[in-house]
């Protein structure tokens, strides 16, 4: 039961990311036109039913699916295939360690929502995203082209960067639980203050979340911070790449979003918690997944918001804002978490 068990929590979380991805395919189109008073995406129909656009996201994978998948010469042909596919993998696996939601006793089992429980959680879900630079990294170099060598030079210098302020950005809400175990943070997190008052970590952390908002959308390469891949004014690392290889990169952008997101949930809005709402058995299973979708839903509502609010940031900009202005403020935000916790103790 329990070997079963962790492989249906391993394949909702896979689920969970690749649904997120299809969806915000729609949601960026259908979040701009909104802004911007158009119509959107509404073409792609089945029997005449097109569902507000919603079925692009069945159409543009068949499309990508049937395209030529054109591969230019003298290149790096494994390195080549394996970049989107290491790009795309990894922070996948990411989402393996998040917690869904806390345990609930059903038939006499106690079962856990979280896929693959771990004391360093934290650390596992930052390497994975770490790893998914080589991807970037490693298209640019195989392409056997200047632009796309300079497109992945672009993007490892801006995922380096943003890697080391997200960290910093999570450090005093790290300190404030004593824990890298993102089940034991939500657990700090779950309970009341003064009865009335959850004790998520937007409300001791405020600077932590908004400096952990602003690198989170520059570590997945997002506008306003999609300079490795601004195809519209300069070439990014996946210029030779086409089908369904440059879907993948385009996923890979999505995906990474939803970790960041899950991130945000998890260690700032406390995330399975649902107050004054029960938790117990099926019932609570379902409160607790829904809270937690709910809150990610929120903070890709907001990402969203910036994405098609803020022009692009040239290069200088982008890295003057994370390290001399994410970083030292993050690490301030560390420094003044430390000493009020010394202090109150």
């Not at 997120?20 to 959107?40: T, Y």
Request: hydrophobic share 55%; aromatic share 14%.
């Amino acid at each position: 039961m329990s070997i079963l068990w962790v492989l249906v929590k391993l394949g909702a979380a896979l689920g969970f990311g690749m649904s997120w991805a299809a969806f915000l395919g729609w949601v960026e189109r259908k979040q701009s036109a909104v802004m911007q008073d158009r119509i959107g995406a509404n073409r792609a129909d089945i029997l005449g039913f097109k569902l507000i656009g919603l079925f692009h996201t069945i159409a543009d994978p068949i499309k990508l699916l049937t395209k030529e998948d054109f591969v230019p010469a003298n290149v790096n042909k494994t390195f080549h295939a394996a970049a989107p596919a290491l790009a795309l993998g990894f922070p996948l696996l990411a989402l393996a360690a998040f917690p869904f939601g806390g345990t609930f006793t059903v038939g006499g089992w106690t079962l856990s929502l979280q896929p693959l429980g771990s004391k360093v959680g934290l650390l596992y879900v930052l390497a994975m995203l770490a790893v998914g630079i080589h991807g970037v990294v490693m298209a640019g170099y195989a392409s056997n082209s200047c632009y796309g060598l300079m497109g992945g030079l672009r993007g490892a210098s801006q995922m380096l960067a943003y890697e080391v302020c997200l960290a910093t950005t999570m450090a005093g809400a790290v300190f404030l639980y004593g824990t890298l175990d993102l089940a034991e943070a939500v657990r700090w997190q779950a309970r009341m203050l003064g009865g009335w008052l959850p004790a998520w970590g937007i409300v001791f952390q405020p600077l932590g979340f908004v400096l952990f908002l602003v690198a989170g959308a520059a570590l997945t390469k997002r506008t306003p911070f999609d300079l490795p891949e601004g195809e519209s004014e300069i070439v990014g690392f996946h210029v030779e790449y086409s089908g369904m290889k440059f879907g993948m990169f385009m996923m890979t952008d999505l995906i990474e979003s939803v970790v960041v997101c899950c991130l945000a949930a998890t260690l700032f809005l406390g995330g399975w918690h649902a107050p004054f709402l029960p938790l117990d058995g099926l019932v609570g299973a379902a409160v607790m997944v829904g809270a937690f979708t709910a809150k990610v839903a929120l903070v890709m509502f907001l990402l969203m918001q910036v994405r098609w609010t803020l022009p692009r940031f040239r290069f200088d900009q982008l890295l003057d804002l994370g390290w001399k202005g994410v970083l030292p403020a993050g690490l301030l935000n560390f420094f003044l978490t430390a000493w009020g916790i010394y202090l109150w103790r």
